[in-house]
């Protein structure tokens, strides 16, 4: 029997207008991922009664944990399907034929769900090709910026069930956003709007949305009721060359630190050829911590951060994107 890889399993997504309910007519979009793991698993309940043998008679499947992660290359095109699911619905400006702007940032509203579906190709014969999972929330969102290799984000994903009963893709034609994913020489940073300077080597942050996962109903089958969303917490950490004392002074001193990570070809103004994907976090703090000497090279001062609001304000924390989509 031939062998089923992982070049030839594709992922499509749809937005849930209900909860853990496929859409009567789904229009999908095609997700373009490094990888994903998202699965279903459920603990073996064992009868604890005495029936006068040693062996245990067989036990029963409690209640369903179906969760993983997809991570993906950090694209102009492909990367709004997973903003809108983590952050909320974009404001969006522009006019045909583009380009557009999509703003993602609090308040916003939030999708009801995702349904997911994994096609693992035609060597796998149905029931069992198709894998679909319902009412799937980000519980986070990790990004990662680096010297070297590709920008990347990692989605951790919780959900409701798993069905492997489909025959057919519930939708054999999905959108193809396109992906061409940003580049090293693409990235750029500024820490406080350009009064700061210091050289970072590395950056990743997450935000979280702090979903509720232990919502459970007796009616429901051994199957999650719901995920609402609580706070949404932006916590990071950064590495910098240690040629200036100027973050340390800032975090041995609990100094507010601004930063705005920027992704972009060309002008960056959304025409094709010229995306790009702006992160502004207006408020954060720096722990406490100071450079180790583990030897006589140069030393590096690594921290971490905590995004925070602004009195009587919502987090400032925001995504822009800038591309030729006209609906997210």
């Known amino acids: 029997m031939p062998q089923a890889t992982g070049a030839k399993t594709r992922l499509i997504g749809v937005a849930e207008t209900t909860y853990n309910v496929l859409p009567a007519a789904p229009d999908a979009e095609l997700l373009y991922t490094q990888n994903h793991s998202i699965k279903p698993s459920a603990s073996r309940e064992q009868d604890p009664t005495l029936s006068g043998y040693r062996g245990q008679q067989r036990g029963t499947l409690g209640r369903v944990e179906v969760a993983g992660s997809v991570t993906v290359s950090v694209a102009p095109q492909s990367l709004a399907f997973w903003l809108k699911h983590l952050i909320g619905m974009p404001v969006t400006t522009g006019a045909s034929p583009g380009p557009y702007t ?151 001193n609990d100094k507010d630190i601004a930063l705005a990570i920027t992704l972009k070809r060309g002008t960056g103004d959304g025409s094709q050829g010229n995306e790009s994907l702006v992160w502004n976090i207006p408020l954060a703090t720096l722990d406490q911590t100071a450079p180790e000497v583990s030897g006589p090279k140069g030393l590096k001062a690594p921290f971490n951060f905590v995004a925070h609001r602004a009195a009587n304000a919502e987090l400032g924390v925001t995504c822009v994107l800038k591309n030729q989509r006209a609906t997210i």
């Open 102 to 252: 999509h703003t993602f940032g609090l308040p916003s509203v939030m999708p009801p769900g995702i349904s997911f579906e994994v096609d693992y190709g035609p060597a796998i014969s149905t029931p069992g090709r198709y894998v679909r999972y319902h009412g799937c929330r980000i519980s986070q969102g990790r990004f990662q910026f680096q010297t070297q290799g590709t920008p990347s984000a990692t989605f951790d994903v919780a959900a409701a069930r798993a069905d492997a009963t489909a025959t057919e893709s519930f939708d054999a034609t999905p959108t193809d956003p396109g992906h061409a994913a940003f580049a090293v020489a693409d990235m750029s940073l500024v820490i406080d709007g350009g009064d700061t300077l210091a050289c970072l080597e590395s950056l990743d942050f997450t935000w979280n949305n702090d979903l509720d996962t232990d919502l459970w109903c007796i009616n429901n089958g051994g199957q999650r009721h719901d995920l609402p969303e609580g706070f949404a917490i932006v916590t990071g950490n950064l590495v910098s060359q240690f040629d200036t004392p100027v973050l340390l002074n800032k975090a041995l």
